[in-house]
Nanobody, 124 residues
């Protein structure tokens, strides 16, 4: 089992920044990669960014490339998402997710564990 707890969400004006954190506990050494997803009201959940827990390679959705940075601190078992130049369309509930077996990073079905989410609201 892997337990994930997100924090760091909040309200910010367009152009601002936030850093999300995801504290992981349990069998974290068995994860293949970890990711951030988001879901806006009335929309499907979408992959935002992913990082391989072993090699550290990263992947991003086109909509956030150049603005968001995913990183991990293995000593603290914590995943981060630094979000800069935020836009109103970034408003969503953000979820941390862990994959044990890998696969296509933006597909929800490849993830075994999910956090409860943290709300990000960007006003214009």
């Amino acid at each position: 089992q892997v337990h994930l707890v997100e924090s760091g969400g909040g309200s910010v004006q367009a152009g601002g920044s936030l850093r999300l954190s995801c504290a992981a506990s349990g069998y974290t050494d068995r994860t293949y990669f970890m990711s951030w997803f988001r879901q806006a009201p009335g929309k499907e959940r979408e992959g935002v960014a992913a990082i391989s827990t072993g090699g550290g390679s990263t992947h991003y959705a086109d909509s956030v490339k150049g603005r968001f940075t995913i990183s991990q601190d293995n000593a603290k078992n914590t995943l981060y998402l630094q979000m800069n130049s935020l836009k109103p369309e970034d408003t969503a509930m953000y979820y941390c997710a862990a994959s044990i077996y890998g696969g296509v990073w933006w597909k929800e079905y490849n993830y075994n564990y999910w956090g409860q989410g943290t709300q990000v609201t960007v006003s214009s």
